[in-house]
């Protein structure tokens, strides 16, 4: 789940499968659909939210997590 700006403002909530990108790109968990992406390449990474959440014209970009970051690229969590 992430947080994003709303073109008319104020702030939208929704949720993307970060994994194997599936063709199409969208995820099912029970009837609700999901955007698909690729993981992060790298710690300073970021990936694209595509396509853009309900509300807005303007691209999602979410930087690697310090989760991620430690489970995925062996850097220590902070």
Known sequence: MYTYGLDA???GQ????VGPVQSPATVYFGSAPYASVA????PNGTITVSPNPPGTTNPV???CPP???AAAFGLPLK
């Open 61 to 63: 970009t979410l930087a």
């Open 9 to 11: 403002g104020g702030t």
């Open 67 to 69: 989760l991620v970051q």
């Open 39 to 42: 993981p992060w390449t790298s």
């Open 14 to 17: 929704a949720q993307v499968f």
